[in-house]
């Protein structure tokens, strides 16, 4: 089993900057891949991004390419997502999650296990 645990949401203005953690733990020798959904209200939850157990590859959405950045350190068994020129329709619950398998593109279909989530809201 592999428990996760985001960190770091909070209230931002659009145009700002937020960075999410996401701490594992449990059988984390495995060679994951792990990434970022999100569930706006009344929406249903969207893949975000992923990057695969070395780090070498990444895979995401194009809403926000070029804004978020995806990056790990597998010694401190965290993954962390770089949110960068903030805009209102990023409001949602971001959800950490891994994949038993080391490729990103695998963990935007299929995914092993859940964090509970942390909110972040853009005020316009």
């Known amino acids: 089993q592999v428990q996760l645990v985001e960190s770091g949401g909070g209230l931002v203005q659009a145009g700002g900057s937020l960075r999410l953690s996401c701490a594992a733990s449990?059988?984390?020798?495995?060679?994951?891949?792990m990434g970022w959904f999100r569930q706006a209200p009344g929406k249903e939850r969207e893949f975000v991004t992923a990057i695969s157990w070395s780090g070498i590859s990444t895979y995401v959405t194009d809403s926000v390419k070029g804004r978020f950045t995806i990056s790990r350190d597998n010694a401190k068994n965290t993954v962390y997502l770089q949110m960068n020129s903030l805009k209102p329709e990023d409001t949602a619950l971001y959800y950490c999650?891994?994949?038993?398998?080391?490729?990103?593109?695998?963990?935007?279909?299929?995914?092993?296990?859940w964090g509970r989530g942390t909110q972040v809201t853009v005020s316009s």
């Open positions: 449990g059988r984390t020798r495995s060679s994951y891949a």
């Open positions: 999650a891994a994949a038993r398998s080391s490729d990103p593109v695998v963990l935007s279909t299929t995914q092993e296990y």
